[in-house]
């Protein structure tokens, strides 16, 4: 079992940032992908970054090149996303997920076997 906590949500104006943070415990960091999945209202839950188990291979959707950052530090078993920028249609819950793959499957929410609880993004105009 993996463990995972996420923090950092919070309300910001359009164009602000904010950094999320999730925590993981359990089994082996570094033997996980990582990913950054969001669920606005009414809508399907949608990956938003990933990151390799290295680090060294990172994966955005088009709608946040450019703006979002995903990055780890394995030595504190955290994962973060950097969010810069920030639109009024990044408003969601973001989750922070932890799966085997395979890599090329980032962007599926099948590759993912463990997830936080979410925390909520919102982004006034």
């Known amino acids: 079992q993996v463990q995972l906590v996420e923090s950092g949500g919070g309300l910001v104006q359009a164009g602000g940032s904010l950094r999320l943070s999730c925590a993981a415990s359990?089994?082996?960091?570094?033997?996980?992908?990582m990913g950054w999945f969001r669920q606005a209202p009414g809508k399907e839950r949608d990956v938003v970054a990933a990151?390799?188990?290295?680090?060294?291979?990172?994966y955005y959707t088009d709608s946040v090149k450019g703006r979002f950052t995903i990055s780890r530090d394995n030595a504190k078993n955290t994962v973060y996303l950097q969010m810069n920028s920030l639109k009024p249609e990044d408003t969601a819950v973001y989750y922070c997920?932890?799966?085997?793959?395979?890599?090329?499957?980032?962007?599926?929410?099948?590759?993912?076997?463990?997830w936080g609880q979410g925390t909520q993004v919102t982004v006034s105009s």
């Open positions: 359990g089994r082996t960091f570094t033997n996980y992908i």
């Open positions: 997920a932890a799966g085997g793959g395979p890599l090329g499957q980032w962007g599926r929410i099948s590759a993912y076997d463990y």
């Open positions: 990151i390799s188990q290295s680090g060294t291979r990172t």
